[in-house]
T-cell receptor, first 114, second 112 residues
Framework: DSGVTQTPKHLITATGQRVTLRCSPR?????VYWYQQSLDQGLQFLIQ???????AKGNILERFSAQQFPDLHSELNLSSLELGDSALYFC?????????????FGPGTRLTVL | QKEVEQDPGPLSVPEGAIVSLNCTYS??????FMWYRQYSRKGPELLMY????GNKEDGRFTAQVDKSSKYISLFIRDSQPSDSATYLC????????????FGQGTELSVKP
């Protein structure tokens, strides 16, 4: 158990809908990361937050947005969902959010868009 | 071309074999190199972390980084069935927060 929690574990929804994925980092970690894992693209970095502020951004679609709240939990919002958004979404956390940090991954949320 | 290339396998070896997993990369700014292990689409867990070129050993695992060739390796000695998993290399430049770029992952199966 990494100490990172993600809810829900599974999510099944329809195209065009909007969903919210939630992540609670390990105790003491200030930085949160979101990754998407699909069979064809592998594990891809989406976005990173540090203590409530955006720190780094990957190839995150405009339909996706995220934020980190004062209690350090984070939410990833996916809207206007398409079939291709079906994937595993992982949250990771680390202490200060720099390259030397160890990132601890949560168990993931499996999103299925029908 | 992807920044990080990794042969997806699958790789099947008998128990006790030495396993060699490799990644190549194109971005010379990468300074931090990691290997993660992932079981059955669960969350990846960190196995090895190396900064810049050199070797690092931890039990049955050895990580090597050759920055001049842009090539990293993970060796597993005396492989066990419990090592069966997907192994992902990951890299960070360090100047973009903690952003990690992952390889595609190599699926390893160790047969008893």
């Amino acid at each position: 158990d990494s100490g990172v929690t993600q809810t829900p574990k599974h999510l099944i929804t329809a195209t065009g809908q909007r969903v919210t994925l939630r992540c609670s980092p390990r105790s003491g970690d200030l930085s949160v990361y979101w990754y998407q894992q699909s069979l064809d693209q592998g594990l891809q970095f989406l976005i990173q937050y540090y203590n409530g502020e955006e720190r780094a951004k990957g190839n995150i679609l405009e339909r996706f947005s995220a934020q980190q709240f004062p209690d350090l939990h984070s939410e990833l919002n996916l809207s206007s969902l398409e079939l291709g958004d079906s994937a595993l979404y992982f949250c990771a956390s680390s202490v200060v959010g720099v390259g030397t940090d160890t990132q601890y991954f949560g168990p993931g949320t499996r999103l299925t868009v029908l | 071309q992807k920044e990080v290339e990794q042969d997806p396998g699958p790789l099947s070896v008998p128990e006790g074999a030495i396993v060699s997993l490799n990644c190549t990369y194109s971005n010379s700014a990468f300074q931090y190199f990691m290997w993660y292990r992932q079981y059955s689409r669960k969350g990846p867990e960190l196995l090895m972390y190396t900064y810049s070129s050199g070797n690092k050993e931890d039990g049955r695992f050895t990580a090597q980084v050759d920055k001049s060739s842009k090539y990293i390796s993970l060796f597993i000695r005396d492989s066990q069935p419990s090592d069966s998993a997907t192994y992902l290399c990951a890299m960070s430049a360090g100047n973009q927060g903690g952003k990690l770029i992952f390889g595609q992952g190599t699926e390893l199966s160790v047969k008893p």
